[in-house]
C-alpha cells in the first residue's frame, strides 16, 4: 500500500507544478459556461419551465456537472496510459511488483484533488455572480449517496479510460476512438443536456448504459433532477455493477494486451 | 496565382494517396466528425421538444444555423485543420524550418501542405442539414441567394482559418502552450447560437468584438430573409480584418522563430 501512496504523492506534486494546463482548462470551462448560459437561457425566453425545472434548476444542473467533472472526470489518462505503453514506459512495471492499474490510479486520485480543489476558487468567484439563478434541493440525504455515486463516477470514467489506453496494444493511434466516445459521452453523460429531457423510452435506455452513471447520476442526485430515494438506491446498484464489469474488462484488457506486448531494449 | 494552384493540387494529390493508404483511419475521423455533428443537432432537436423558440428563432431555422455553422466548420477542418495543427507542434519541435526553406508564401506552404478527406466528406452532410432545413420551411433561395450564401460561407472559412492561425501563433511566443487550439473550438460553440440570444456583455464580446456569431449567423438570415447589407458587410469586413489580423501576427511572430537544434 505504502508503494501506491509514494505514487498518489508525486501526482499530487506534479499536478501543483502544471498549473498553467488547469487555468487554460478553467478559463475553456468558463467559456462553455456561458454558451450553456446563452443558449439555455434564449430557449426559457418563451416558457418558465422545461421538463420541469426551471431556468435556474437547469443552470444549477450545468454548473454542478462542470464542478464535479474536476473531481472524478478522467481527461487526458488515456493518452497518459497510451503513451506509457507505445514509448515502453511500462516495462519497469512488468518487472517489479507493482500492479500498473493501481499505481495509475493512485496519481488519477491525486490529480483530481488537485484540480477539484483548485476549481473551488474561481467558484468562489462565479457563485456570488450566479447566486440569483442557483437553487439546490435541501434534503440531507442527497450530500451523502451524492458523494458515493461520485466516487463510483470516478471509477468508471477512470476504467473507461484506461481500457482505451490499453488499446494501444492493438493500436498504434488511439486518438480517434478517444475523441468518438467523448462524443458518446458527451451525450449519454448528460453533459449537452438533462438526460431527462430526452423521450422516456430513451431516458430508459440511457439508464442501462455506463455513461448515465458517470457524470449524470451523481448530478442528477445533487441537484435534485431524481426525486426518490429508491430510484437513487436503484440507480447505485447499476452503479456497482458497472465499475465491476468495467473493472473486469480492464483487466482481460490487460493480459490479452500484455500477450502482444513485446519490450525491446534494456 | 497559377503556380500556387499546381502546389495546392499536388498537396491535394499527396493527400489523397495518403488517404487510399490509411483506410481505417480515414473511415474512423469521418465517423468522429458525423458523430460530433450529430451530438450538436440532437441537442438542439431534444430543446425544441420542450420548447418552440430560441430566441425567437424556429426549430428548423435554428437547424439550419447550426447546419451553416458546422459547414463552415467542416471545410475548415477538410482544408486546413491538419495542416495548422502540425504548424503549432512545428513551431515547438523546430521541424518548422521544412517550411522555411521552402520557396513561396510561408503561410500559404505551411497552412495547406494536407487535406483531411473526411472534412470534406463531412461538409456535404452539413449541406444536407441545411438544404433539408430550408426544405422543411418551405424556403425557396433563388440563384443569387445561393450565390451570396457560397460567397460568406467562404468569408466564414477565411475567419475561422485566421482565428486558428492566431491561436496557433501564441506557440512563437510561448513553447509550452500545448492545446491551445482548444481556443478555436471553444469560441465555435458560440457560432452555433443565434445572434438574438447574445445580450449586453455577451453582445459585445462575440458579436462585435469576435467575430464568431456574424460568420453563422449572417449566411442563415440569407437563406431565411434574403440579402441584408448590413450583414454581408459586417461579414466581409471582419473577414478582411482577420485575416490582416492573422498575416500579421503570424509574421511577427517568425521573427521569433529561432528553430532549434540543428
Redesign the interface.
Known amino acids: 500500500m505504502n508503494k501506491y501512496r509514494h505514487a498518489f504523492l508525486i501526482g499530487l506534486q506534479s499536478n501543483l507544478v502544471y498549473r ?2 488547469f487555468a ?1 482548462r478553467g478559463f ?1 470551462s468558463l ?2 459556461l ?2 450553456v448560459f ?2 439555455w ?7 418558465r419551465s ?2 420541469g425545472f426551471s431556468f435556474g434548476q437547469t443552470l444549477t444542473y450545468f454548473l454542478v456537472m462542470l464542478v464535479m467533472q474536476f473531481f472524478v472526470g478522467a481527461f487526458n489518462e488515456d493518452y497518459q496510459i497510451s503513451e506509457e505503453i507505445r514509448n515502453g514506459l511500462i516495462n519497469q512495471f512488468l518487472l517489479k511488483p507493482i500492479n500498473y492499474f493501481l499505481y495509475r490510479f493512485s496519481i488519477f486520485v491525486a490529480a483530481r484533488l488537485v484540480t477539484g480543489v483548485l476549481i473551488l476558487l474561481p467558484l468562489l468567484v462565479a457563485v456570488p455572480l450566479l447566486r440569483d439563478y442557483l437553487t439546490l434541493p435541501t434534503d440531507l440525504w442527497r450530500i451523502p449517496l451524492g458523494v458515493v455515486a461520485m466516487a463510483f463516477a470516478a471509477l468508471i470514467q477512470f476504467s473507461i479510460a484506461y481500457c482505451f489506453g490499453l488499446l494501444t496494444f492493438w493500436f498504434l ?1 488511439i486518438q ?2 478517444v ?2 466516445s467523448m ?2 459521452e ?2 449519454l453523460g448528460g453533459q ?2 438533462p438526460l431527462d ?3 422516456g423510452w430513451a431516458y430508459r435506455l440511457a439508464q442501462l448504459l455506463p455513461f448515465y452513471y458517470q457524470t449524470y447520476f451523481p448530478a442528477a442526485i445533487f441537484t435534485g433532477r431524481i426525486h426518490d430515494l429508491g430510484a437513487v438506491w436503484q440507480g447505485l446498484g447499476i452503479q456497482l455493477g458497472w465499475v465491476v464489469i468495467l473493472l473486469g474488462l480492464n483487466q482481460f484488457l490487460w493480459t490479452r494486451g500484455l500477450r502482444r506486448h513485446t519490450a525491446v531494449g534494456g | 496565382m497559377t503556380r500556387y494552384l499546381q502546389i495546392w493540387l499536388a498537396s491535394a494529390r499527396y493527400s489523397i494517396v495518403r488517404t487510399l493508404m490509411f483506410r481505417f483511419d480515414f473511415f474512423l475521423w469521418a465517423t468522429v466528425e458525423l458523430f460530433w455533428m450529430s451530438v450538436n443537432l440532437l441537442m438542439i432537436s431534444v430543446i425544441y421538444d420542450h420548447t418552440n423558440s430560441i430566441a425567437g428563432w424556429s426549430k428548423y431555422e435554428m437547424l439550419l444555423l447550426v447546419g451553416t455553422s458546422l459547414l463552415v466548420q467542416r471545410f475548415l477542418m477538410g482544408f486546413f485543420w491538419s495542416s495548422i495543427f502540425e504548424l503549432g507542434r512545428n513551431i515547438r519541435s523546430g521541424y518548422f524550418d521544412f517550411f522555411l526553406a521552402q520557396p513561396g508564401n510561408i503561410l500559404f506552404m505551411a497552412s495547406t501542405r494536407k487535406l483531411d478527406l473526411d472534412g470534406i466528406l463531412n461538409s456535404f452532410v452539413a449541406m444536407g442539414v441545411v438544404a433539408y432545413s430550408a426544405h422543411r420551411l418551405g424556403l425557396h433561395p433563388s440563384a443569387a441567394d445561393l450565390a451570396l450564401y457560397a460567397v460568406m460561407i467562404a468569408c466564414g472559412l477565411v475567419i475561422h482559418y485566421s482565428m486558428l492561425v492566431l491561436s496557433i501563433s501564441v506557440a512563437f511566443w510561448i513553447t509550452s502552450a500545448q492545446g491551445i487550439e482548444g481556443i478555436y473550438f471553444t469560441l465555435s460553440e458560440f457560432s452555433r447560437l443565434p445572434r438574438e440570444a447574445f445580450r449586453g456583455l455577451a453582445s459585445l464580446v462575440f458579436v462585435w468584438l469576435l467575430p464568431v456569431v456574424v460568420v453563422s449567423n449572417a449566411p442563415a438570415q440569407t437563406l431565411l430573409h434574403g440579402f441584408q447589407p448590413v450583414w454581408a458587410l459586417a461579414l466581409l469586413a471582419a473577414a478582411l480584418l482577420w485575416l490582416g489580423a492573422a498575416v500579421f501576427v503570424f509574421h511577427r511572430g517568425l521573427r521569433r522563430y529561432s528553430s532549434a537544434s540543428s
Open positions: 498553467w494546463n487554460v475553456f467559456f462553455h456561458a454558451v446563452i443558449l437561457g434564449a430557449a426559457y425566453s418563451g416558457t422545461i421538463g493511434e480517434g476512438f475523441i468518438l462524443a458518446v458527451s451525450i449537452m443536456f429531457l430526452l423521450p
